[in-house]
């Protein structure tokens, strides 16, 4: 199957800092991708959806100025978390969507695990 | 609107015995697909089963079967012989094919294998 990686796995961060994370699909194009929160032992809520050359769409509730994702190519995303701050603490997973004649699938990335201090 | 519902939180199955997780759904659209996702403490999702609405055969993948029952919108997951290595938690997902193609995910069932 496709590989969709992520960078950093983890990171650790003071708060008021911004912290990048990458998601990168490493063996297909993907003109969407997915962006998830993760909080411990709950499910995966969804906070975007990422579409190459265009502005993501937010869930409700999900700050814009917040949580800013560019898609600026059909192989990476990226999701930056302004000004964080402990709350902010979570699991962020991303997935990727790949598109051909007659096929239609969806790929997770491994995940990056955001501490903020 | 379009919903995932997992009943049981928390399930212990004995090694090498037979576990069924639920799950049932909610969606008025024709075109839809039903996932099952282990996730292992690691954190990552891993594909086990796809179910597509249009499917009339059931979905098995080695230990992996999924029970679809279409009239009563529900998709359980069946793990035979379990293995210790089975333990983590599973989200029943769908995927709406009528155009968002958003994965819609339940709140997960945590499985204990025991020895």
């Known amino acids: 199957g496709a590989v969709v990686s992520q960078h950093p796995s983890w990171v650790i961060c003071k708060s008021g800092t911004s912290v990048k994370i990458e998601c990168r699909s490493l063996d297909f194009q993907a003109t969407t991708m997915f962006w998830y929160r993760q909080f411990p032992k709950q499910s995966l809520m969804l906070m975007a959806t990422s579409n190459e050359g265009s502005k993501a769409t937010y869930e409700q509730g999900v700050e814009k100025d917040k949580f800013l994702i560019n898609h600026a190519s059909l192989t990476l995303s990226t999701l930056t978390v302004t000004s964080a701050h402990p709350e902010d603490s979570s699991f962020y997973i991303c997935s990727a969507r790949e598109i051909a004649e007659g096929y239609n699938e969806q790929f997770f990335g491994p995940g990056t695990r955001l501490t903020v201090l | 609107a379009q919903k995932i519902t997992q009943t049981q939180p928390g399930m212990f199955v004995q090694e090498k015995e037979a576990v069924t997780l639920d799950c049932t759904y909610d969606t008025s659209d024709q075109s839809y697909g039903l996932f099952w996702y282990k996730q292992p403490s690691s954190g990552e999702m891993i594909f086990l089963i796809y179910?597509?609405?249009?499917?009339?055969q059931n979905a098995t993948e080695g230990r992996y079967s999924l029970n679809f029952q279409k009239a009563r919108k529900s998709a359980n997951l069946v793990i035979s012989a379990s293995q210790l290595g089975d333990s983590a938690m599973y989200f029943c997902?769908?995927?709406?094919?009528?155009?968002?193609?958003?994965?819609?995910f339940g709140t997960g069932t945590r499985l204990k294998v025991l020895a």
């Open positions: 179910q597509g609405s249009y499917d009339e």
């Open positions: 997902a769908m995927w709406d094919f009528s155009g968002t193609y958003k994965y819609i």
